[in-house]
């Protein structure tokens, strides 16, 4: 088993745990060498707790790796709102004009089937589209 991959198998179980070393855990991943996404990626998809996987993604995105976008993205599409509007925050913090396009097309297919979810992605826009002009 890779180093990171075993820190981050480690790090899961402490967030679970409602005591200090859940705290001490989120802090050393985001603290953590960047390589560590895909591993964070790879536990988020293994993990079926929904307060974790909304933890793994705001992990994830505060990284603030350009690559992640795409797995922010697809977390858009999670069932659980918690997962789903940490990825929006991510994608707000990442801010580029092409996670703006990406969202744009995003926001199309998720009318249809999350009409409650468009009113947040029209502020995640604004707030992007901000950021941009400044």
Known sequence: ???LQAVV???VQQLKSSNADSEGAFHNLI???HAVVPY???AFQAETDDAIRAVLVEIIWQHRQPETDKFLLEALEDSSPKVWKNALD???TLGSPEVATKLESIRK????KWPDRICWIDEALGQITE???S
């Open 1 to 3: 088993m890779h180093d």
């Open 131 to 133: 950021s941009l002009k």
């Open 31 to 33: 603290e953590i060498d």
């Open 90 to 92: 991510g994608l707000v």
């Open 9 to 11: 198998v480690s790090s």
């Open 109 to 112: 297919r998720v009318a249809t």
């Open 40 to 42: 964070l990626i790879s």
